[in-house]
């Protein structure tokens, strides 16, 4: 069983605070991971019909048949317990009481501010990271061979075939999720939205497009878009403009939490398709924006991740900001080593002012520092990097 990064931040967190939410999408491994961290605590998952039915229609009944420690699988499906939760762990005065999982954060962070405010840690777990997927290989997986098989763990762990495994989370996420989120009638048009979406990794939002494509309002897409994102589908990336100005994009740009499924609506049936596919170097930015994001996440730490980009087209793919620093990052998906791709980095520490180590993050396996001193390195390595910032 692999040790997932966000351990560590989770004992600590449960060790200062009576409870514990961990949120994130379906599949990625909050179940795994809390029964593995607290392997001694009693567990109880709101999926199953008859204990869901008994947690909304007797409380008092659920907490003696389940006391605390308490692992609580799926927690939006019962919202009201969470009163129960803040009286209980208010009487005991006790750290580490309960561990929360909730795959829909929207459900689950408004009824957590409402009931357990001050009184739960948030944590957010997304599927592998890159180190976590080779980890589960014990191989180092090629560019071609991570962004084809994406990241969820039971892919690894159960050796299931990416597109079988995709498809299936992608009809259960519109089946289930979808349905309860959006009341959707028509599917097939919100299905092909999602495939539209999927043509736009790290492309700028922009709605009215977007709406003209699906044949739906400007207004629809937007809500769509708060959906897919409080259900972990996408992450939108916000543009960074402090004080640099007036001509710059302030609008964000579109990635899948999951890469793999972007690959999957774009229609990547096996590993040999993505180096000839036509958006292989979103795909690899999107793989490399989301790296950041889960390295943030597992520290407990909010994203402070943004990009750049000018009316003229100048732009920086991630901007990682670290108190007043500002870390440039280019994202290149060639294997091969051009001088060029470091020239935005040194645009962007005119325009601003700072020296901050920006680095290149390259399809390649090479590790040097370019002859204008910015760190150059394959993405398997990108880790290290953000862990020594």
């Known amino acids: 069983m692999i040790k997932r990064k966000i351990q560590q931040t989770l004992v600590e967190l449960a060790s200062t605070y009576p409870v514990v939410t961990v949120t994130g999408p379906r599949q990625a491994g909050k179940t795994t991971l809390a029964k593995m961290v607290f392997p001694d605590y009693k567990y109880c998952n709101l999926e199953h019909p008859q204990t869901r039915l008994l947690a909304q229609q007797d409380p008092v009944s659920f907490f003696k048949q389940y006391p605390e420690p308490l692992i609580i699988d799926e927690i939006q499906h019962v919202p009201g317990l969470l009163s129960y939760i803040q009286v209980k762990v208010d009487e005991k005065r006790e750290n580490g009481q309960y561990i929360l999982t909730g795959s829909q954060h929207l459900n689950v962070n408004v009824a957590i ?6 009184r739960t840690a948030l944590l957010t777990l997304l599927p592998f990271s890159i180190e976590e997927a080779t980890e589960a290989t014990e191989n180092k ?12 763990p039971r892919i690894y762990d159960q050796h299931q075939q990416p597109g079988v495994a995709y498809r299936n989370y992608l009809q259960t996420y519109v089946e289930r999720d979808v349905r309860q989120l959006l009341n959707l009638k028509d599917l097939q048009t ?13 492309q700028i939002v922009n709605l009215n497009a977007l709406a003209n494509d699906t044949g739906v309002s400007a207004t629809t897409i937007s809500n769509w878009l708060s959906v897919l994102e409080a259900s972990y589908i996408i992450y939108r990336l916000a543009p960074f403009y402090e004080n640099l100005g007036k001509r710059l994009i302030k609008s964000p740009k579109l990635y899948f939490v999951e890469t793999g499924l972007a690959g999957y609506l774009l229609g990547i049936e096996d590993q040999k398709m993505v180096a ?3 958006l292989l170097g979103g795909l ?23 990009f750049y980009r000018d009316s003229n087209g100048n732009e920086v793919d991630l901007i990682l900001k670290r108190g007043r620093e500002l870390y440039p990052v280019e994202i290149k998906a060639s294997m091969t080593w051009h001088k060029g791709f470091t020239k935005n980095i040194h645009r962007f520490h005119k325009l601003t002012n700072t020296n901050a180590a920006g680095c290149v993050v390259f399809g390649g396996e090479l590790q040097f520092t370019s002859d204008d001193g910015v760190k150059v390195f394959g993405f398997d390595h990108f880790l290290n990097y953000l862990e020594n910032l």
């Not at 501010?113 to 001050?118: D, R």
């Not at 299905?191 to 999927?198: I, N, S, T, Y």
């Open 113 to 118: 501010t409402q009931s357990l405010a001050g």
């Open 141 to 152: 997986l090629s560019r071609d061979a991570m962004l084809f098989s994406g990241f969820l």
């Open 190 to 202: 919100f299905e092909k939205f999602l495939h539209l979406l999927a043509g736009r990794i790290g």
């Open 276 to 278: 000839r596919d036509p």
């Open 284 to 306: 690899f930015e999107n793989m490399i924006v989301i790296e950041a994001l889960k390295h943030r996440l597992n520290q407990g730490m909010n994203p402070n991740l943004y």
